[in-house]
């Protein structure tokens, strides 16, 4: 089946700077979706990417959905303590006929945010 | 309501038991999938319903688990003669044609 490679698995880094995560793909996907999860928390879901190429942000997030369509990064700027937690990537391949819509997921970065 | 609903939030049983794990989805949302989290791993599928239907089940571990949905709506995510390594948090989520797909809190099942 269809596999995310998602690097780094983990990162440590001073408050205030800046950090980037990635998903890269075998197989096309989609739709790229970024999560966060928290301890003892389910993943909540940051931002959807939709078309090739697009950049799209929320606050101090910015994702992009490559343009061959079997990656994507998160970019978080300037970090904060809050932003500790696990990240992770999700790939769908809805069709146009509304079949299939499974996720498959990234195994997670950890980032430890140092005050 | 207003986001995925998960019960119970804990369950703690005996090996050899069976447990059923409930789902509540947001209203509307098509499709459904049940994933498995063991401590500091990442998620691992289960299964996925389009509603009542599961067109991928590849995810459930053994013949133990199974699933189903009813009304496109409550699922039940049944495991029965648990063992110790089914262990794990199971997570539910929703999604719509969307594809924006929003998660419960999770069932944390210990079995001892």
């Known amino acids: 089946g269809q596999q995310l490679n998602q690097s780094p698995q983990s990162m440590f880094i001073q408050e205030g700077e800046d950090v980037s995560m990635n998903c890269t793909s075998s197989s096309i996907f989609n739709t790229w979706l970024w999560y966060k999860q928290d301890p003892g928390e389910g993943p909540v879901l940051l931002i959807a990417l939709y078309k090739a190429g697009e950049l799209t942000s929320n606050g101090r997030l910015t994702a992009q959905f490559g343009i061959t369509r079997k990656d994507s990064f998160l970019n978080i700027s300037a970090s904060i303590p809050s932003d500790v937690g696990i990240y992770f990537c999700?790939?769908?391949?809805?069709?146009?006929?509304?079949?299939?819509?499974?996720?498959?997921f990234g195994k997670g970065t950890l980032l430890t945010v140092n005050p | 309501g207003a986001g995925v609903s998960q019960s119970p939030s804990n369950k703690v049983t005996e090996k050899g038991k069976d447990v059923e794990l409930r789902c509540d989805p947001i209203s509307g949302h098509t499709a459904l999938y049940w994933y498995r989290q063991s401590l500091g791993q990442g998620l691992e599928f289960l299964i996925y319903?389009?509603?009542?239907?599961?067109?991928?089940k590849s995810g459930l571990p053994s013949d133990r688990f199974s699933a189903e949905r009813t009304g496109g709506s409550v699922s039940t995510l049944t495991i029965q003669r648990t063992q110790q390594e089914d262990s794990a948090v199971y997570l539910c989520?929703?999604?719509?044609?969307?594809?924006?797909?929003?998660f419960g809190q999770g069932t944390r099942l210990t079995v001892v």
């Open positions: 989520a929703s999604s719509n044609y969307a594809g924006e797909a929003f």
């Open positions: 319903f389009q509603g009542n239907s599961a067109p991928d």
């Open positions: 999700a790939g769908q391949n809805g069709n146009s006929g509304g079949s299939n819509y499974k996720l498959t």
